[in-house]
Nanobody, 115 residues
């Protein structure tokens, strides 16, 4: 079992930045990869960024060059630095962790970008 708690969402204007945090607890040694999905109203949940246990990261094309995922193993925390935010980045952002055949999810944090 893995527990995930997100923080850092909020309301910002276009062009501004936010940093999301995801604190993991439980069987964290079993995590294969961890990252962030987002879901905008009326849209499907999409994978935004992921980072493997080896430190390799991947991003959806729409956020490349603007978002950066990182992890602090000492704090068991994953971060998503979001720069140059756009109104289309507005969504609920969910932290996930992939362990074995299962995905674990955080409760989600709202990010709203006004134009």
């Amino acid at each position: 079992q893995v527990q995930l708690v997100e923080s850092g969402g909020g309301l910002v204007q276009a062009g501004e930045s936010l940093r999301l945090s995801c604190a993991a607890s439980g069987s964290i040694f079993s995590i294969n990869h961890i990252g962030w999905f987002r879901q905008a109203p009326g849209k499907q949940r999409e994978l935004v960024a992921t980072i493997t246990s080896g430190g390799n990261s991947n991003y959806v094309d729409s956020v490349k060059g603007r978002y950066a995922i990182s992890r602090d193993n000492a704090k068991n925390t994953v971060y998503l630095q979001m720069n140059s935010l756009k109104p289309e980045d507005t969504a609920v952002y969910y932290c996930y962790a992939h362990v074995g055949w299962s995905n674990y999810w955080g409760q989600g944090t709202q990010v709203t970008v006004s134009s």
